[in-house]
């Protein structure tokens, strides 16, 4: 999976074969057979095992009732650092192709953005933010690291970028910018 992640992130979909996969996997082509009926089939288990661990490292230590902006730190600490982790990964992952509309991962994708409205939802229901359109700024959440951790700036860190991030939210929809 390492080595399909690696080519499918570095070319275009069509420019990949199985035979390139089986070579920087050390694996006879054959063997690629035995656990995928073809590129398609690899390409779709590669991204619906990344979706899959992207969720749950996210999601798995929010838990409702704690403050918003210690959740949101929990769901964008977890995507930043898979990304970081896995960024071949991730590059594949916002390609998608082909079988973007594929219902596992879209279920999943939905999952994550849903987790992030909740958690926004409930931040205006305490009154801790203002986002008069939290399905929108759920979406927001995603873009934003994507786009800082495809093309970072020098010298950037997880850690910077968290912050940064957090800090910007913070003054769009936290409550001191309702003023």
């Given at each position: 999976?390492?080595?399909?992640?690696?080519?499918?992130?570095?070319?275009?979909?069509?420019?990949?074969?199985?035979?390139?996969?089986?070579?920087?996997?050390?694996?006879?082509?054959?063997?690629?057979?035995?656990?995928?009926?073809?590129?398609d089939a690899l390409y779709l288990a590669l991204i619906r095992e990344a979706f899959g661990e992207l969720l749950q490292v996210a999601v798995s230590g929010v838990?409702?009732?704690?403050?918003?902006?210690?959740?949101?730190?929990?769901?964008?600490?977890?995507?930043?650092?898979?990304?970081?982790?896995?960024?071949?990964?991730?590059?594949?992952?916002?390609?998608?192709?082909?079988?973007?509309?594929?219902?596992?991962?879209?279920?999943?994708?939905?999952?994550?953005?849903?987790?992030?409205?909740?958690?926004?939802?409930?931040?205006?229901?305490?009154?801790?933010?203002?986002?008069?359109?939290?399905?929108?700024?759920?979406?927001?959440?995603?873009?934003?690291?994507?786009?800082?951790?495809?093309?970072?700036?020098?010298?950037?860190?997880?850690?910077?970028?968290?912050?940064?991030?957090?800090?910007?939210?913070?003054?769009?929809?936290?409550?001191?910018?309702?003023?």
């Amino acid at each position: 999976m390492d080595a399909a992640a690696r080519l499918f992130a570095n070319h275009e979909f069509h420019e990949v074969r199985l035979e390139d996969v089986a070579e920087a996997a050390k694996v006879g082509k054959g063997t690629l057979y035995v656990y995928f009926a073809s590129k398609d089939a690899l390409y779709l288990a590669l991204i619906r095992e990344a979706f899959g661990e992207l969720l749950q490292v996210a999601v798995s230590g929010v838990s409702h009732g704690r403050d918003v902006w210690d959740q949101l730190r929990t769901v964008v600490r977890g995507v930043i650092r898979f990304g970081m982790a896995y960024p071949d990964l991730f590059r594949v992952m916002r390609r998608a192709l082909p079988g973007p509309e594929d219902p596992a991962i879209q279920e999943m994708r939905c999952k994550l953005t849903s987790a992030i409205e909740e958690i926004l939802k409930e931040g205006n229901r305490s009154g801790r933010i203002h986002d008069p359109h939290p399905e929108i700024t759920s979406q927001f959440f995603l873009s934003f690291i994507r786009g800082v951790l495809m093309y970072p700036p020098a010298g950037m860190t997880a850690e910077v970028l968290e912050e940064h991030m957090l800090r910007v939210v913070r003054s769009g929809i936290g409550k001191e910018a309702r003023r």
